[in-house]
């Protein structure tokens, strides 16, 4: 089962600090806006994302139909077929993807640490 691409969301106190000291890694950001309190940096296959202000904790982000490069994927396991194939391994999702729909959805997971994992899919369904 592809998870699609992952990358780590970290809720953060001062996204100019947090941004800085990134920077000093060699990440480059790649996407969003720090005056909007987001942006998404990479070094090589690492991605992360810094937002202020939007999450209370850190999260594990998976997103289906995207590859590294967040280019979207002709075939891949579309969010809500994730979340039935969870679902029969009994695990619960909260808020799940509603399951009559098609295209961009998400749901989430919290493991036994209380981490949240982010199933968030961006890109239509593929065909079926």
């Known amino acids: 089962m592809e998870l699609g691409?992952?990358?780590?969301?970290?809720?953060?106190?001062?996204?100019?600090?947090?941004?800085?000291f990134y920077e000093k890694l060699d990440f480059k950001q790649v996407g969003g806006?720090?005056?909007q309190q987001w942006v998404v940096l990479q070094n090589g296959?690492?991605?992360i994302g810094l937002f202020q202000g939007m999450f209370d904790k850190n999260i594990l982000t998976f997103n289906p139909g995207w590859n590294a490069d967040k280019?979207?994927?002709?075939?891949?396991?579309?969010?809500?077929?994730?979340?039935?194939?969870?679902?029969?391994?009994g695990?619960?999702?909260?808020?799940e993807a509603d399951e009559t729909t098609q295209?961009?959805?998400?749901?989430?997971?919290?493991?036994?640490?209380g981490?949240?994992?982010?199933?968030?899919?961006?890109?239509?369904?593929?065909?079926?």
């Open 5 to 20: 691409n992952f990358s780590v969301s970290l809720a953060v106190k001062d996204i100019k600090a947090s941004a800085a």
């Open 33 to 35: 806006n720090i005056e």
């Open 45 to 47: 296959s690492a991605r």
């Open 71 to 89: 280019e979207p994927l002709a075939d891949f396991q579309d969010v809500r077929d994730l979340q039935r194939s969870f679902k029969a391994r």
């Open 91 to 95: 695990l619960t999702m909260a808020p």
């Open 103 to 113: 295209g961009p959805a998400f749901f989430q997971l919290t493991d036994p640490d």
């Open 115 to 128: 981490n949240t994992l982010l199933f968030d899919q961006h890109v239509p369904s593929p065909t079926r």
